[in-house]
């Protein structure tokens, strides 16, 4: 099955970092951009940021510039999106989401990130 | 950066009528190069991921029922959704992928009259 699959969610304090995976299963990101989108509680879906699978086209929201890190391990199939300096503001549900022939599919189930004291 | 702008925020329709979306955005999402729009429909429903339903304005991804269709160009598009079923409620965006940042539409909650 061709899925993405996420972890590195979870409780941070405000001023500090999360490191988020998204992992391709069935399929690699060979030919595969992909992108983050979040979504805080009640709210809309915000893109964030996307990449090639060799992290060398990046394209990051003003929002976020400075304190994103996008990396890869290309032998776990797996990007990943670091974000510095959380607060509030950040708490969301992230989701990656691959991008290939104008298609934004699959997307990876999320994973909930909360910044709170 | 493209703003999208969906109308209406919410919408109540009978099960079995017809509801419609619209999605304007701020610049055209038309690609010269393809003389295709840059434009994408989700559905989304609580506690899960966007599901895709329509790509490049019109093409409806694989497994998606026949009732649903998206029609536009240049900076007007719709969603259109026949014969409401009662799965279809959900919250529905659009998504321009014509240039980075790929915005999307403040989302149209969709429910059963």
């Known amino acids: 099955e061709v899925q993405l699959v996420q972890s590195g969610g979870g409780l941070v304090q405000p001023g500090g970092s999360l490191r988020l995976s998204c992992a391709a299963s069935?399929?690699?990101?060979?030919?595969?951009?992909i992108h983050w989108v979040r979504q805080a509680p009640g709210k809309g879906l915000v893109w964030l940021s996307n990449s090639d699978r060799n992290v060398a086209h990046i394209f990051t929201v003003d929002s976020l510039k400075g304190r994103v890190t996008i990396s890869s391990d290309n032998a776990k199939n797996t990007l990943y999106l670091q974000v510095n300096n959380l607060s509030a503001e950040d708490t969301a549900v992230y989701y990656c989401a691959t991008f290939v022939g104008g298609r934004f599919d699959p997307w990876g189930q999320g994973t909930l990130v909360t910044v709170s004291s | 950066d493209i703003v999208m702008t969906q109308s209406p925020d919410s919408l109540a329709v009978s099960l079995g009528e017809r509801a419609t979306i619209k999605c304007r955005s701020s610049?055209?999402?038309?690609?010269?190069?393809?003389?295709?729009?840059?434009l994408t429909w989700y559905q989304q429903k609580p506690g899960q991921p966007p599901k895709l339903l329509i790509y490049?304005?019109?093409t409806r991804e694989s497994g998606v029922p026949d009732r649903f269709s998206g029609s536009g160009s240049g900076t007007d598009f719709i969603l259109t959704i026949d014969s409401l079923q009662a799965e279809d409620v959900a919250v529905y965006y659009c998504?321009?992928?014509?240039?980075?940042?790929?915005?999307f539409g403040q989302g149209t909650k969709l429910e059963i009259k």
């Open positions: 069935g399929f690699t990101f060979s030919n595969h951009w």
């Open positions: 998504q321009q992928y014509y240039s980075p940042p790929f915005t």
């Open positions: 490049g304005t019109s």
């Open positions: 610049q055209s999402v038309l690609h010269s190069s393809n003389n295709q729009d840059s």
